[in-house]
């Protein structure tokens, strides 16, 4: 048995957590990687921290207005 199931909009969750909690939800983020990675060698390219902190300050002020 797998320890993560998918949720009904696409979003990986641990089965721990799956269904468990109604408060709990999931939002799957996919990233094209040629935004901050070389594709032929998976090394970083110089944008890789401007990225990274674009990513978590959006997923941090989602967060921020889910629970106001």
């Known amino acids: 048995s797998s320890d993560v199931c998918s949720s009904d909009l ?3 969750v641990p089965n721990s957590r799956y269904q468990q909690d ?3 939800s999931a939002v ?6 040629g935004l901050y990675l070389h594709e ?3 090394t970083p ?3 890789f ?3 990274s902190s674009r990513i978590k300050n959006c997923c941090t002020g989602a967060v921020a207005a889910s629970n106001p």
Not at 28 to 33: C, D, G, P, Q, S
Request: hydrophobic share 40%.
């Open 10 to 12: 696409g979003a990986l």
């Open 45 to 47: 390219l110089r944008s």
């Open 40 to 42: 032929h060698d998976g």
């Open 22 to 24: 109604r408060r709990v």
């Open 28 to 33: 799957m983020v996919e990233i094209n990687r």
């Open 49 to 51: 921290s401007d990225v």
